[in-house]
C-alpha cells in the first residue's frame, strides 16, 4: 500500500467516475484501475462496486475509505507543513467559506497581504453543514462560516467568532421606492416584496425561513443561489431586494444599491474564523490564524 493508491481512492470518491479520477490524479485510467485492484489484492478486501461503470463503494470500502481520506489529509498537510517552514509564511492557504459569512472575507485577506504578501489563497464555497464536514476531512485549512461554538469546542477547534452582525435588507431605490428610509424594517413589511435569497439548504436562508414562518409571512422569492455575486446582480437589476448580514464592502463595490435595517433576533449559531486544534493545525495556517484574530478585533464595530 502507498500513499499514490489512497490518493487514487479518495479521488474516485470525489469524481465518481473512473475516468475523470483518472486526470485528478494525472495518470491513465488503466494505470489508475490497476492500482486499485492492486490495493484491494493487497487488502483482499473488494473496496468498489464495478459494472460498466462505477457504481459506488462497498460497505468494506467506505470503511477504507474514511481511513484513506484521514491518511491523504495529513499527508497533505505534512507537505504544507515543510514547504512552510522552508519558506516561512508563504504557500497556498486553503480556505473554505460560506458565502454569507464570508463576505467579510476580502478585507480579510486584503490586511493579511499586507503583512505576508507571500502568500495565496485558494477559496472554495461550502455550505455551513459541508464545511464542518471540509474542516474534520483536512481539506482546508481554514473555515468562515455558521457554527455551533459548543461543537466546535467538543471538537478542540480553535476559534475566531466574528462579531454578530445585524441583517440588512439590499435594494435599488429605483426598482423598489417604497423601501427607501432609514427605519428598521420587520419581516411583514416585507411580504409582498419580491426577493432575492440564499438557496433553501443554505443555513442563512433556514433562520430567515423559520423567522418568515413565525411572522406568518410567506416571501415572494424571485431569485434563489448559493452566490451573493448573482444576488447582488439580481437586486442591481431590479429584480427583488436580498436579505444580507451587514459589513461588507457591497456598499462600496455597488453605490448604486442602499441599505435598510432589518429587525432581526441573532442566529444561533455563530459566524466564526476556525482552524485545526493545536498540534493539528499546520504553521501557515496558525500564522495566519493569530493574525486574523488580531485583525477581527481591532475592525470589531
Known amino acids: 500500500m502507498d500513499i499514490k493508491q489512497l490518493i487514487y481512492l479518495c479521488n474516485l470518491e470525489k469524481e465518481r467516475h473512473f475516468g475523470r479520477a483518472a486526470e485528478a490524479s494525472f495518470v491513465s485510467q488503466p494505470t489508475l484501475s490497476m492500482r486499485l485492484k492492486n490495493l484491494e489484492r493487497e487488502l483482499d478486501l473488494a473496496l468498489i462496486n464495478r459494472g460498466n461503470n462505477f457504481e459506488g463503494f462497498t460497505a468494506e470500502g467506505e470503511r477504507v ?23 516561512g509564511v508563504s504557500g497556498v492557504l486553503r480556505i473554505g467559506a460560506v458565502p454569507q459569512s464570508g463576505m467579510v472575507l476580502p478585507q480579510l485577506l486584503a490586511a493579511a497581504h499586507e503583512r505576508y504578501p507571500q502568500l495565496d489563497y485558494q477559496v472554495s464555497l461550502f455550505s455551513a453543514d459541508q464545511l464542518l ?57 416585507l411580504a409582498d416584496v419580491s426577493l432575492c435569497l440564499a438557496e433553501p439548504s443554505r443555513y442563512f436562508r433556514r433562520y430567515l425561513d423559520g423567522h418568515f414562518r413565525e411572522s406568518g409571512v410567506t416571501p415572494r422569492v424571485k431569485v434563489e443561489s448559493a452566490s451573493v455575486m448573482q444576488l447582488m446582480q ?36 455563530q459566524a466564526a474564523l476556525v482552524v485545526a486544534p493545536v498540534g493539528k493545525v499546520t504553521a501557515l495556517a496558525q500564522n495566519f490564524f493569530v493574525f486574523a484574530q488580531a485583525w477581527l478585533a481591532e475592525n470589531a464595530p
Open 65 to 87: 475509505l474514511a481511513w484513506a481520506r484521514e491518511i491523504v489529509s495529513i499527508y497533505q498537510g505534512l507537505k504544507l507543513e515543510v514547504a512552510s517552514l522552508k519558506r
Open 133 to 189: 464536514e471540509a474542516l474534520n476531512a483536512h481539506t482546508v485549512d481554514i473555515g468562515l462560516g455558521f457554527f455551533e461554538l459548543a461543537t466546535l469546542k467538543e471538537l478542540a477547534f480553535q476559534a475566531a467568532p466574528l462579531h454578530r452582525s445585524d441583517i440588512a435588507l439590499v435594494y435599488h431605490p429605483q426598482a423598489f421606492p417604497q423601501m427607501i428610509g432609514e427605519t428598521p424594517l420587520a419581516l411583514a413589511d
Open 234 to 269: 439580481s437586486v442591481f437589476l431590479g429584480l427583488g431586494c436580498a436579505v444580507v448580514p451587514q459589513g461588507s464592502l457591497l456598499p462600496d463595490m455597488i453605490p448604486a444599491l442602499r441599505f435598510r435595517p432589518l429587525t432581526l433576533p441573532p442566529m444561533q449559531r
